[in-house]
């Protein structure tokens, strides 16, 4: 008798805990328990979070050192090609569109139909002669400014 007692209560106890959390016996979430959690959320991206940004800043600079590398092939083709490399008011434009002081153009050069822009979305620089090279090639970065640091440095091609 005294056994039928507690299971009673345990029964009556575990209906009325389930009673509690919503009506029908259905449970749900309380609002405390999604605060931990929303919470919990908030710091692991305060902390993941500029890192993502960091390698997306560093990964548009090494996009631009690989475009920069990939219009220096292209120009050293115009230069087989034509015997010389495109004057600056030819521009980068000469290896999608024949100049009209090109000779022998067998482009185009690059696979595009224009010439891309840098990752920040602004025209790469191109001026014939460089300071240490025949040409140089060039993109303000991040800053869009001449000089810069970091991922807002500017970055040019290798010397030739």
């Not at 259905?26 to 908030?42: A, D, P």
């Not at 631009?64 to 092939?73: C, G, H, L």
């Not at 999608?96 to 696979?111: D, F, H, L, Q, T």
Request: aromatic fraction near 8%; hydrophobic fraction near 35%.
């Amino acid at each position: 008798m005294k056994e039928m007692n507690v299971m009673n209560r345990i029964v009556t106890r575990r209906a009325l805990l389930g009673r509690s959390r919503g009506k029908d016996g259905e449970s749900g979430f309380t609002l405390v328990e999604m605060l931990v959690v929303i919470t919990i959320i908030g710091l692991i991206m305060a902390l993941v979070g500029p890192r993502v940004l960091n390698y997306l800043s560093e990964s548009k600079v090494k996009t631009a050192r690989i475009q920069i590398e990939s219009f220096t092939q292209a120009l050293d083709l115009f230069y087989l090609d034509n015997g010389r490399y495109p004057s600056s008011s030819e521009g980068l434009s000469a290896l999608v569109e024949r100049p009209g002081a090109a000779g022998s153009w067998n482009g185009p050069y690059i696979k595009t139909a224009t010439v891309p822009t840098d990752p920040w979305g602004r025209p790469y620089l191109y001026r014939a002669p460089g300071d240490h090279a025949p040409y140089e090639i060039a993109s303000y970065g991040a800053s869009g400014q001449p000089g810069g640091t970091g991922v807002g440095a500017e970055i040019k091609s290798a010397s030739q």
